[in-house]
């Protein structure tokens, strides 16, 4: 079992730059998975960024070379730097873990891209 917690989300200008971060309420070293997901008010829930002991990083068109995930494991958590933010990237940025055969989700947080 995992309690995810995001936090670092609120309002910025397009253009700027945004980190969410996601505590774990357990070491996450032993997390195979994680990543982040959004979802914006009518629109399905996407995937945003994804990093793997396996796999590494792997992030979604719309955000690629824009956005970084990145863990802490000493700190147990994972991190969502967000650069060149624009208005469509407005949404509830939510953290996600699978861990032995279990998906967990955080709470989510609001990331609003406004002028």
């Known amino acids: 079992q995992v309690q995810l917690e995001e936090s670092g989300g609120g309002l910025v200008q397009p253009g700027g730059s945004l980190r969410l971060s996601c505590a774990a309420s357990?070491?996450?070293?032993?997390?195979?998975?994680m990543a982040w997901f959004r979802q914006a008010p009518g629109k399905p829930r996407e995937l945003v960024a994804t990093i793997t002991t396996a796999y590494g990083t792997k992030y979604g068109d719309s955000v690629k070379d824009r956005f970084t995930i990145a863990r802490d494991d000493a700190k147990n958590t994972v991190y969502l730097q967000m650069n060149n933010l624009k208005a469509e990237d407005t949404a509830v940025y939510y953290c996600?873990?699978?861990?032995?055969?279990?998906?967990?989700w955080g709470q989510g947080t609001q990331v609003t891209v406004s002028s």
């Open positions: 357990r070491t996450i070293e032993s997390i195979p998975s």
């Open positions: 996600w873990a699978f861990s032995n055969g279990l998906v967990y």
